[in-house]
């Protein structure tokens, strides 16, 4: 079945970097869009950025646009988010998405914390 995972979240200082990984699995990567979400708890879930079948195609919320980067490695099948110049309101819970058949999959979600 569709899964998606997401890895490399956790504490870090203002201005500091991180790089989440989201793998996939059970169906053709290389074939969908993914997008990265975010959430702070009580508040609706936000996009953050997407990417197309390649790294030719991506799109940024202005919120992360010059700080982010989306890309992907079909032959790994996983998506990253580069995060520089973190700010504490980037704190959140991020997951990735993806869209298959009409239906959205979500990963379970891995905590980003901006905090000194």
């Known amino acids: 079945q569709v899964q998606l995972v997401e890895s490399g979240g956790g504490l870090v200082q203002p201005g500091g970097s991180l790089r989440l990984s989201c793998t996939a699995s059970?169906?053709?990567?290389?074939?969908?869009?993914m997008t990265w979400y975010r959430q702070v708890p009580g508040k609706e879930r936000h996009m953050v950025a997407t990417i197309g079948l390649d790294d030719r195609l991506t799109y940024y919320e202005d919120y992360v646009k010059g700080r982010f980067t989306i890309s992907r490695d079909n032959a790994a099948g996983t998506v990253y988010l580069q995060m520089n110049s973190l700010k504490p309101e980037d704190t959140a819970v991020y997951y990735c998405m993806t869209h298959l058949g009409g239906s959205a999959y979500w990963g379970q979600g891995t905590q980003v914390t901006v905090s000194s």
């Open positions: 059970g169906f053709t990567f290389s074939h969908y869009g």
